[in-house]
C-alpha cells in the first residue's frame, strides 16, 4: 500500500530561519512527488513538483530535493517569513494507473515575527 | 495565470439529498481528478478522468459517486444520496500530462445536515 508520511505535524520557527520539512514514501516506483502548501480553509498551492528521475528542483527561497532509493523528499524553506505560516503537503504518484496523488497529512508551520 | 474554479464555495445539504460539485479545469488540460479532504485528515483520492472516461477510482467511489464531463469546460461529481459522512472538502484537479503538476481548485466544503 502506498503511504506518505510527514514529520513533525507541526513546527515553529523564528523569522529568518532556514527549515526542512520531511516526506517518507513506501513506493519505490515512484513517478514524481510534489509539494503543496495549503492555508486554513483554502486550497492547494502547487510549489515543486520534482520527477522521479530528478534529485531536486528550485523555485526562489524553496529547495526540494528527492532520494528514491531511502524513500524521502525534502523541502527547504530558506530565510523563513511569517508569510511562510501554512501547512505543507508532500505528495507522491506512482508509475502506472492515473497518476493519482498520495498525500501525506502535512506539516504545519508557524513563522514568528 | 490560470487556474482551477470549483463552484459552490460551500454547499449545506440535508442527508440523502443529491449534490452536484462543479469545477472549471484549466483550458489545455487533459487529465481530471477529485479528492476530498475530511476535517483534519489527509486528502483522499476519489476518481480520475481522462478521455471522456474514468481511468481510475478509490473504493471511497462507490455507486452513489458519479462524474461527468457534460461540455468542453466543465466537470461535475455528483453524489446522488448523501450521507452524514459525506460532509468533507472536496478539491477538483487538473493537469496536461504525467510530467506536469496538478493544480488544484480552492475546494468545495460539503456539509451534510
Known amino acids: 500500500k502506498q503511504e506518505v508520511t510527514q514529520i513533525p505535524a507541526a513546527l515553529s520557527v523564528p523569522e529568518g530561519e532556514n527549515l526542512v520539512l520531511n516526506c517518507s514514501f513506501t513506493?519505490?516506483?515512484?513517478?514524481?512527488l510534489q509539494w503543496f502548501r495549503q492555508d486554513p480553509g483554502k486550497g492547494l498551492t502547487s510549489l515543486l513538483l520534482i520527477q522521479s528521475s530528478q534529485r531536486e528542483q528550485t523555485s526562489g527561497r524553496l529547495n526540494a530535493s528527492l532520494d528514491k532509493s531511502s524513500g524521502r523528499s525534502t523541502l527547504y524553506i530558506a530565510a523563513s517569513q511569517p508569510g511562510d505560516s501554512a501547512t505543507y503537503l508532500c505528495?507522491?504518484?506512482?508509475?502506472?494507473?492515473?497518476?493519482?496523488?498520495?498525500f501525506g497529512k502535512g506539516t504545519k508551520l508557524t513563522v514568528n515575527p | 495565470e490560470p487556474e482551477v474554479t470549483q463552484t459552490p464555495s460551500h454547499q449545506v445539504t440535508q442527508m440523502g439529498q443529491e449534490v452536484i460539485l462543479r469545477c472549471v479545469p484549466i483550458?489545455?488540460?487533459?487529465?481530471f481528478y477529485w479528492y476530498r479532504q475530511i476535517l483534519g485528515q489527509k486528502v483522499e483520492f476519489l476518481v480520475s478522468f481522462y478521455n471522456n472516461e474514468i481511468s481510475e477510482k478509490s473504493e471511497i467511489f462507490d455507486d452513489q459517486f458519479s462524474v461527468e464531463r457534460p461540455d468542453g469546460s466543465n466537470f461535475t461529481l455528483k453524489i446522488r444520496s448523501t450521507k452524514l459522512e459525506d460532509s468533507a472538502m472536496y478539491f477538483c484537479a487538473s493537469r496536461v500530462d504525467g510530467r506536469q503538476p496538478q493544480h488544484f481548485g480552492d475546494g468545495t466544503r460539503l456539509s451534510i445536515l
Open positions: 505528495a507522491m504518484s506512482v508509475t502506472g494507473g492515473s497518476e493519482k496523488l498520495v
Open positions: 513506493d519505490s516506483a515512484i513517478y514524481n
Open positions: 483550458s489545455n488540460h487533459l487529465y
